[in-house]
Antibody, heavy 115, light 113 residues
Framework: QVQLVQSGAEVKTPGASVKVSCKASGYSFTAHYIHWYRQAPGHGPEWVGRILPSSGAARSFQGRVSITRDTSITTVYMEMSRLTSDDTAVYYC???????????WGQGTLVTVSS | DVVMTQSPLSLPVTPGQPASISCRSSQSLVHSDGNTYLSWFHQRPGQTPRRLIYKVSNRDSGVPDRFGGSGSGTDFTLEISRVEAEDAGVYYCMEGTHWPSFIFGQGTKLEIK
């Protein structure tokens, strides 16, 4: 079965960086884009970026976000730098179903930015 | 960027009664391939979103047939024919036509009276 398993919760101070991992299994890792979304309390999911694991080509909504992958361990990473309190949210990796939608979600990683 | 606008933002419903949620996009969601990529998700408190509907009206496996999606172009609707207690939570529409990002609406909170 398809599974996306994310790394655990993080607490960071303003100005620091965070790196969240997403381990994929149960399907052909290189065949599907992986997107990253974040969700602040009381808000809808906000797109952070995406990567195609086969090529490593990535796009993100801000220059301080880097999305990479390691195909040998079927894992995608999202690193965000220069964190502020506005970056406090639950971060999700989500599989693109290759048909204009998202089908499988990771369990989410809470990133808290606080001094 | 595409903007997805849902209404209402809050929807109190008595069990057994129908419910309807509207979603409007700022641009047409008809893709150049002829498909319309509009999905609906349900999120319970503390849980991840679960997809209910894709490509406007196709139900995902395991989704009860009391859920139905309709619409075209820029106007879409999610309907629940008879609301049950387990349907409480937040419903989101999401467009998948305009690459590279898929944009969500702001959400509609369905509350069971």
């Amino acid at each position: 079965q398809v599974q996306l398993v994310q790394s655990g919760a993080e607490v960071k101070t303003p100005g620091a960086s965070v790196k969240v991992s997403c381990k994929a299994s149960g399907y052909s890792f290189t065949a599907h884009y992986i997107h990253w979304y974040r969700q602040a309390p009381g808000h809808g999911p906000e797109w952070v970026g995406r990567i195609l694991p086969s090529s490593g080509a990535a796009r993100s909504f801000q220059g301080r976000v880097s999305i990479t992958r390691d195909t040998s361990i079927t894992t995608v990473y999202m690193e965000m730098s220069r964190l502020t309190s506005d970056d406090t949210a639950v971060y999700y990796c989500v599989r693109d179903d290759r048909a204009g939608s998202l089908d499988y979600w990771g369990q989410g990683t809470l990133v808290t930015v606080s001094s | 960027d595409v903007v997805m606008t849902q209404s209402p933002l809050s929807l109190p419903v008595t069990p057994g009664q129908p419910a309807s949620i509207s979603c409007r996009s700022s641009q047409s969601l008809v893709h150049s391939d002829g498909n319309t990529y509009l999905s609906w998700f349900h999120q319970r408190p503390g849980q991840t979103p679960r997809r209910l509907i894709y490509k406007v009206s196709n139900r995902d496996s395991g989704v009860p047939d009391r859920f139905g999606g309709s619409g075209s172009g820029t106007d879409f609707t999610l309907e629940i024919s008879r609301v049950e207690a387990e349907d409480a939570g937040v419903y989101y529409c999401m467009e998948g036509t305009h690459w590279p990002s898929f944009i969500f609406g702001q959400g509609t909170k369905l509350e069971i009276k």
